[in-house]
């Protein structure tokens, strides 16, 4: 398996095609884009029988090594099995079994409306960021441990990306983390996970903005390619490849749990920013999953929603960035979406660097077909069974509530705005599986506001929010993060 860029021209640096080892501790390819296989591997039904009965390690390992071609199958084995544990993955509620790694939870069962909860957030910081980042710090360790080398992660978080990527990362050899977040903009639960770590190889960075202006540095310091080699960067985010193919298992997992044959199809709602955990699942789907419907489901951040509906994507400033109470979702440049775009124009390269260069030169692009637009491939959206739909604090707080009183359950708010979309595009016949974002409990805030009581909290977090933390306050200004990313790592500036 080979892979290229989104932005692989004639005149691009990386028109040359790279294996899974050569792109696994970057992120951006050279010319700015983002790396895709050659082609998507396809899975026969064959396959989908077999996987039925396998744990979610060895079905992690099956569908990895249809992408990783170039790790040896034992030690690719050897690196599923020690992620993919009842221990790593621990925090499962009380009637759920941590052997299960996702767990469904069937919320409404009738000929006409099935909604399934699919839980994500039984790793160590409680957010489905965990399902891919415990891999990837796995990864990151085998591969530099065989060239003896050594490598500093620099990222950005809106809120649960950060903790995980630190979780994995902590006391890893060779590794060191630099971690963007915006100045106060997280919940109280999810700064305090991240800036309690007191690890010398973590460093996180509260920047003062929104989390577009982190994601903004991350991109242009990695299109900076001497400082990138020199400073040996990497990174966590999702635009990492490898981070998103470790998120096309649980789609796997997910509709091989909810179905009895092949001939079945599942759908999915994915609350989602920044695109990437929804990308897997059109992976997954182009992989041959039966899948119906993709649904991306929003926050009053609604870009997404918005090019769903219309063919217009829109980049909002800083200014027009919603603070809400799903944070982790405030986002207004998503960016594994020129995954998606890539191949909805036929994987023309040149068509889609032209659109993303248009969306830095003019905010946006639109695909509608209207006059003066700049294409009409929207129809084809269709074809990829995407829908998409948003959700406001209010209905969060309507959905906390519901899902409480008729289920006894408690969900966070990423996972209600899920809901409430799903609930609009449920269909007959067809299942819907929710992806669980986070446990309620890494926003309490909202949980206290909602049902007049705290969530409850796995042992060992009790009192996070009072252990003293460790950070440092930065402007977005690339010049001044350069240099204190070389400061700390030691390497020749």
């Known amino acids: ?161 950060g903790s995980a990527a630190e979780y994995a990362m902590r006391g890893k050899r060779g590794i060191r983390v630099f971690m963007l977040s915006p100045h106060k903009k997280m919940s109280a639960f999810q700064t305090a996970q991240m800036f309690s770590l007191q690890d010398p190889n973590i460093h996180n960075i509260a920047v003062e903005g929104v989390f577009d202006d982190c994601q903004d540095m991350v991109k242009a310091v990695s299109n900076d390619l001497e400082f990138k080699v020199r400073q040996k960067i990497g990174t966590v985010n999702s635009i990492n490849w490898a981070r998103v193919v470790a998120q096309v298992v649980y789609y796997f997992r997910g509709y091989l749990s909810a179905t009895t044959s092949n001939d079945q199809k599942v759908s999915f709602t994915v609350p989602s920013g920044n ?21 991306v489901a929003t926050n009053e951040n609604n870009v997404l929603d918005e090019f769903f509906r219309t063919g217009v994507y829109r980049v909002r400033k800083s200014s027009e960035t919603y603070h809400t109470s799903s944070p982790s979702m405030d986002i207004s440049k998503a960016s594994n ?28 692009f639109d695909l509608s077909g209207a006059p003066g637009s700049d294409g009409d491939e929207f129809k084809l959206v269709a074809n990829y069974g995407f829908q998409s739909g948003c959700s406001t604090h209010e209905d969060r707080l309507a959905t906390i509530r519901d899902v409480f009183d008729d289920y006894g359950i408690t969900i966070d708010t990423h996972t209600a705005d899920g809901i409430k979309v799903a609930r ?55 010049a001044e993060m350069k240099q204190f990313i070389a400061a700390h ?3 020749a500036k």
């Open 275 to 295: 695109f990437g955990n929804i990308c897997a699942g059109h992976i997954a789907r182009m992989m041959g999953l039966p899948i119906a419907k993709l649904v």
């Open 489 to 491: 790592t030691g390497l």
């Open 337 to 364: 979406f020129e995954r998606f775009v890539y191949d909805l124009v036929g994987r023309d390269a040149d068509r889609t660097h032209a659109l993303f260069r248009k969306v830095d030169t003019h905010g946006g």
């Open 1 to 161: 398996m080979q892979y290229v860029s989104t932005r692989a021209t004639s005149a691009s640096a990386a028109r040359n095609p790279q294996q899974f080892s050569d792109i696994l501790l970057g992120g951006l390819a050279p010319d700015g884009g983002l790396y895709l296989p050659e082609q998507y591997p396809q899975v026969t039904s064959a396959e989908l029988d077999a996987w039925r009965k396998l744990s979610y390690a060895e079905l992690a390992y099956e569908i990895l090594r249809k992408f990783a071609t170039d790790i040896p199958d034992a030690d690719l084995k050897a690196l599923t099995a020690k992620t993919y544990t009842p221990e790593v993955y621990k925090n499962a509620r009380a009637d759920e079994s941590a052997s299960q790694i996702t767990p469904l939870r069937v919320l409404e069962q009738a000929p006409e409306r099935t909604l399934i909860l699919q839980g994500l957030s039984n790793g160590p910081t409680l957010a489905f960021k965990d399902m891919a980042m415990q891999l990837l710090g796995n990864l990151f360790e085998y591969a530099l441990a065989k060239n003896g080398d050594e490598l500093n992660i620099f990222g950005a978080t809106s809120g649960d990306t």
């Open 424 to 478: 609009e595009h449920v269909e007959p016949g067809v299942p819907m599986i929710v992806l669980e974002t986070a446990l309620a409990a890494k926003f309490n805030e909202t949980i206290l506001e909602a049902l007049g009581t705290d969530a409850a909290r796995p042992a060992g977090f009790e009192d996070i929010e009072t252990l003293p933390q460790r950070f440092v306050v930065m402007q977005p200004n690339v």
